[in-house]
Nanobody
Framework: QVQLVESGGGSVQAGGSLRLSCAASGQTFSPYMMAWVRQAPGKERELVATITWSGGRTYYVSSVKGRFTISRDNAKNTVYLQMNGLTPDDPAVYYC???????????????WGQGIQVTVSS
């Protein structure tokens, strides 16, 4: 069984930065894709960014393009989300997710972390 554990969340002032980490452990970990998904109070989950595990191809939701960067360290089985220029629209619980398949919608992915809170003060 694969476990995903997020770290690095917290509170920051608007315009500040945070880096989230997601470490995978458990059985042989070889996902096709990993992602960061967020959910703000009263809102649906939103796919923030994805990265393919082998080729490092990335996707970003438009609202974070140019501000957030997803990356991975295959040797450490870890994916990161560098968040710069945080705004009052970014606070949410951020979840790390992974899936061994190429084409499944993210809400059906197999592996999820427990989530970590990001708060932005103005």
């Amino acid at each position: 069984q694969v476990q995903l554990v997020e770290s690095g969340g917290g509170s920051v002032q608007a315009g500040g930065s945070l880096r989230l980490s997601c470490a995978a452990s458990g059985q042989t970990f070889s996902p096709y894709m990993m992602a960061w998904v967020r959910q703000a109070p009263g809102k649906e989950r939103e796919l923030v960014a994805t990265i393919t595990w082998s080729g490092g191809r990335t996707y970003y939701v438009s609202s974070v393009k140019g501000r957030f960067t997803i990356s991975r360290d295959n040797a450490k089985n870890t994916v990161y989300l560098q968040m710069n220029g945080l705004t009052p629209d970014d606070p949410a619980v951020y979840y790390c997710a992974a899936d061994p398949y190429a084409d499944r919608p993210y809400h059906k992915w197999d592996y999820w972390g427990q989530g970590i809170q990001v708060t932005v003060s103005s």
